[in-house]
């Protein structure tokens, strides 16, 4: 895989020239990087710009398609009453894939609680995505071990852990980078604003990849903001960039020149995927109440696997068989995650009181023994 | 450095500039910290001797600095934090108690966040509105924060030295009225428990627990109660949490009355949680209710005021005869 870009070759510490002409550029109508039209055609961009064989163009693919599958077993998971919440990714699996395939292993990933499409890509068990949703537990997976950190509630917060975070591998003398996703509801979050402020003053190797897909639950972003998100860097003094985030392509090769960018010492940027949530906020949103099934219509036109499909098609990427055995290999993904899901174990009672403290504290220690017993009295009326 | 007599500002320099000596992991950051050595000078000559990338100058955003402190613990780093005031810690509440407090457990124990937060306290130094105050319950509440507050020297230096090397997140507030008094540190001790209490002074009569800065007060107020023939036992809690229950009814079971005594508004405060437990604990050793001497239920008051608000001397002395009147 080779991408090229500009940005990459030509960085300036503390922003670019570049960034700022395109910002000055984009105020009467924004930029957006393409490399893949809805229609599956090529475009070039003067700034970035990819190659990749038929081999990683199917890995996309294949990214996009199982966690698509994945989600939509979720989504009826949670119909079926096996999870308590499910916050769908139906349609941002572009921007989630193009970015998450960007990163290398060394690289740390801040995401919020919608990144499952990153977290495919960074080796997580999609299973251990669901123990939040299920209850059993509030994230629970190690996050060094894919260096993927637990997802995020709170809005925006993870921006800050991630800035902090880049600020320790400049210390460290690393070339990893860091990439921190969030919202656009989350670019209204003063930690957001906060997390931009730290990174470009400490120049911390931090790429900040912010999801436009329209709603903050029922707010359009024209709630959040006045300018288009990007241009928001500007004002920190870095770049910021708008990319059709319903093309895999633009995002991997974006943020890939991004990360590049920031671990050879160039600092922050801030990069727009400009796209859209097709579903619900969450299994408990209803958005017929304050969006038109028209704007859905509209975006479903560019829907993200299905313009890949049609360049894997026209230029022989792929054929029939591989589109088949994906589809099997869909459905063998969905069967085990449905399967792991409803053996789930709830957690043992006691697990109120574990891992509170690494070094332990008497009033947690007093409380478990007071449960314990309690607990064990219903026991002995028993006998 | 062994035993000398040092003031709690310079108690607190020293075992800031002991732990980042001993361990390159260390970094102290906050505002003002830098150039300046902290507003209070806390932290002064640190940046000058181990450079900008271990003694930090933040930009001026409490949850920024926080909120970053905690990515650097998750990259293996142990910040210690300075935030400027009591009173400007709010910004950083949420990422103190929805991530830094938390994020062990979501973990289930995979990660570790040994977070120091410095927060100089309290009032009776005449400022103006938000430079007074005691938010220690705040903290204290959220399970996952261990809260401590030293009342002199020797402390001062120790528990930052074990709150540092701490794997959690250690609230550590600064008595800021007392940083100028001085005492004896010996820094080639060997510390006692981190969130043990301490009897500072003996009696038998009656227990005042306090701690941070109504130490002093509570043994001036021994002091004064013993001219009167009364022997009052001053208890310096040192932690708020956990706190040192077994301490407290160890002390009250000798002394059967207890006053708690605190800065911070008596209601639901720290000693409301006191009176509870001791009540539970020691209901046939005690002759008296547990009383508590606080701050009201009001805004902290504009410095004119502020001898009115704070428990001083008298209001201490008398509860002490209330609760010996039973």
Redesign the interface.
Known sequence: MTVDSTAARKPRRGGSKRAGARTAKAAGAPELVQLLTPEGERVEHPDYSIDLSSEELRGLYRDMVLTRRFDAEATTLQRQGELGLWASLLGQEAAQIGSGRATRPDDYVFPTYREHGVAWCRGVDPTNLLGMFRGV????????ENNF??Y?I?IG?Q???????????T??GADSAVIAYFGDGASSQ??VA??F??AA?YNAPVVFFCQNNQWAISEPTEKQTRVPLYQRAQGYGFPGVRVDGNDVLACLAVTKAALDRARTGEGPMLIEAFTYRMGAHTTSDDPTRYRRDEERELWEAKDPIARLRTLLEREGHADEAFFAALETEADELAKHVRDRVRTMPDPEDMAIF??????G????D?ERAQFAAYQASFAEESH | MTAQKLSVVKAINASLRTALENDPKVLVMGEDVGKLGGVFRVTDGLQKDFGEDRVIDTPLAESGIVGTAIGLALRGYRPVVEIQFDGFVFPAYDQIVTQLAKMHARALGKIKLPVVIRIPYGGAIGAVEHHSESPETLFAHVAGLKVVSPSNASDAYWMLQQAIQSDDPVIYFEPKRRYHDKSELDTEAIPGPLHAARVARPGTDLTLAAYGPMVKTCLEAAAAAEEEGKSLEVLDLRSMSPIDFDGIQASVERTRRLVVVHEAPVFLGTGAEIAARITERCFYHLEAPVLRVGGYHAPYPPSRLEDEYLPGLDRVLDAVDRALAY
């Open positions: 537990n509030h994230g629970g997976w190690d996050p060094n950190h637990l995020t709170v917060s921006a800050l852990h991630a800035t902090g975070y880049a600020m320790g591998i210390k460290d003063g930690d906060e997390a402020t730290f003053v574990d891992n509170i403290y690494a070094d504290h008497a009033l947690v007093e």
